[in-house]
Nanobody
């Protein structure tokens, strides 16, 4: 059974950092593009960052150099390093694999 499990969310002050992890199990995702999305209350889910199987990355415009997506294929895990966090970054962050698999989400709350 394929599973994506996010971790690393929490409460942080404005300007702080968090590192999210998405651990995949059930099959290898080393050649599969992976993405991080987020959804704040009352807002649409939006793409935060993506990484291809070959390591090419893309980011949402609002990231502006603050976040870094990476992957460790040996661990079947994707990371999202988030720095200079702002209250507007408060949301549930979801991991997605381009085979239509979603994680359950992890809450990130940035206090002002």
């Amino acid at each position: 059974q394929v599973q994506l499990v996010e971790s690393g969310g929490g409460v942080v002050q404005s300007g702080g950092s968090l590192r999210l992890a998405c651990a995949a199990s059930g099959r290898s995702f080393s050649t599969v593009a992976m993405r991080w999305y987020r959804q704040a209350p009352g807002k649409r889910r939006e793409l935060v960052a993506s990484i291809s199987g070959g390591g090419r990355t893309n980011y949402g415009d609002f990231v502006k150099g603050r976040f870094t997506i990476s992957r460790d294929n040996a661990k079947n895990t994707v990371y999202l390093q988030m720095n200079s966090l702002k209250p507007d970054d408060t949301a549930v962050y979801y991991c997605y694999a381009d085979l239509n698999f979603w994680g359950q989400g992890t809450q990130v709350t940035v206090s002002s």
